[in-house]
């Protein structure tokens, strides 16, 4: 079974400074990878995701995520916080079980904090 | 109007009562899924359905029971309510025939639900 796991459950930045959410995964095949964000209350909204057409991947927000197969990784960055970017992230992957049939596995989630 | 509804968005129930709670979607999508999201473990996978006729039970169905009424309606039953079943809980839809090779999930805001 694949899985994913999120570096650090808490991270805090100042405003404007760099933010970078780790996130590796285990896959014994090209996986489809995730990252989903939760505002305070509410659902959660898609960033971005990797469909292995390129390996960076821009989503909405500023954010992009790179897929790094030698490193089993896919780290969520954007190059300066803003307040409105405080939520909690969460990284997936989809696994594949047999018949064809298959579901998303989350990662544990990463809160980010920021500082004014 | 939002694009996946779940009711009621909040619920408080004792042991022992039978719960359900709804999901609804107007996106045209094929399948739909249930989670729960639970402090510091993140989203766990409880049913997913793949079509009308279809039910799969995911990562941790015990204690749980879904209804999938029609294309768009997706329920989730508690039949007899515990109160380690306190936990925020997300409905989803997906659309594997849309062309999106990775299945993105859309997700629901959310019902929080509390089991005294």
């Known amino acids: 079974a694949q899985s994913v796991t999120q570096l650090g459950s808490h991270v805090s930045v100042s405003e404007g400074a760099l933010v970078l959410l780790r996130c590796n995964y285990s896959?014994?095949?090209?996986?489809?990878l995730f990252w989903y964000v939760q505002y305070p209350n509410q659902g959660l909204q898609l960033l971005l995701k990797y469909t292995s057409a390129a390996t960076l991947v821009k989503g909405i927000n500023g954010f992009e995520a790179e897929f790094k197969k030698s490193e089993t990784s896919f780290h969520l960055t954007k190059p300066s916080a803003h307040m409105s970017d405080a939520a909690e992230y969460f990284c997936a992957v989809i696994t594949y079980s047999g018949a064809g049939s298959y579901q998303l596995t989350f990662g544990k989630g990463t809160k980010l904090s920021v500082i004014p | 109007d939002a694009d996946v509804t779940q009711t009621p968005r909040n619920r408080i129930t004792k042991t022992g009562k039978r719960i359900m709670l709804e999901c609804s979607q107007t996106?045209?999508?094929?399948?739909m899924y249930w989670y729960r999201q639970d402090p510091g473990l993140g989203l766990r996978l409880i049913y997913y359905s793949f079509d009308v006729k279809d039910i799969n039970k995911g990562e941790i169905s015990d204690g749980y029971s879904v209804s999938r009424q029609a294309q768009a309606k997706f329920s989730l039953s508690l039949e007899s309510a515990i109160p380690n079943q306190t936990a925020l809980y997300f409905c989803?839809?997906?659309?594997?025939?849309?062309?999106?090779?990775?299945?993105?999930?859309?997700f629901g805001p959310g019902t929080r639900l509390t089991v005294l």
């Open positions: 989803a839809t997906s659309d594997l025939t849309s062309g999106d090779r990775a299945d993105t999930q859309y």
């Open positions: 896959s014994s095949v090209p996986p489809y």
């Open positions: 996106k045209g999508h094929d399948r």
